[in-house]
């Protein structure tokens, strides 16, 4: 039976511009994030992947580490995608070909700021209509912080109707409990904290300087 370094191997392989970042991950440094797979272990024979993406503009490392967003590998009939460890061999070529169809336009060299879109609207379709704050506020900060990086004034705005949108549908007591701050209060500290431009990039190459970082591939987001 194959051991998890040996199937990381593979999915190393299918995506060569991911290198290994832990014993369970493969990323790239994408400009201001991280974007990788995670192989996470589901029960104690079976494991499952799932795309990430790591916020380089945040000041603590801990949040550093918390995903912006991430979407699970399903299969083609669109079911979570399980793979037994010991059926890896058997598994991976149809695995593989989900996950190039799933996340081919994100782990290469060159992406596209509207194919990462798509990827977030695509994998955040499971609680969209739910209008959970708590499955967007890290989204929101991803989009305000793309739209900063490629300094586009319009597409700065769009996000900006997008949350105007959103958090119209947020209950204010129940938000004010769950972030100890008013909706209004959080939406303002939002865009400040991505208002400064050269502050914002000051931060994300300070943060690239970790020599475990340092050591990715790079991969471009352009418009």
Known sequence: ????????????????ILSPHTASTLYMKADFVLIGLRLEKV??????????CLPLWEQEKSRMKVPVFSWE?????????????????????????????Q???????????GDLCECIRK?????????NPTNW????????????YLND???LAEVKQEIEKEIRHWDSDRFSAL???SKEEWEADLYRQFEDREVLLERIHANMDDKKITRLKSSHISL
């Open 179 to 181: 972030f100890l701050k």
């Open 43 to 52: 029960m104690s024979d079976a494991y499952r992947v799932v795309l990430e």
């Open 137 to 148: 506020h890290r989204i929101f900060a991803f989009k305000l912080a793309l739209a900063s």
């Open 153 to 155: 004034a319009r597409f």
């Open 73 to 101: 590998l399903y299969d083609k009939k669109g079911m979570q995608f399980f793979i037994k460890t010991s059926l890896h061999e058997y598994l991976f070529p149809t695995a593989a070909e989900c996950a190039k169809e």
């Open 103 to 113: 996340f081919g336009m994100l782990l290469k060299d060159n992406i596209l700021s």
């Open 123 to 131: 994998a955040s379709l499971a609680f969209a209509t739910q209008h």
């Open 1 to 16: 039976m194959m051991n998890m370094k040996q199937i990381l191997d593979d999915w190393q392989g299918l995506f060569p």
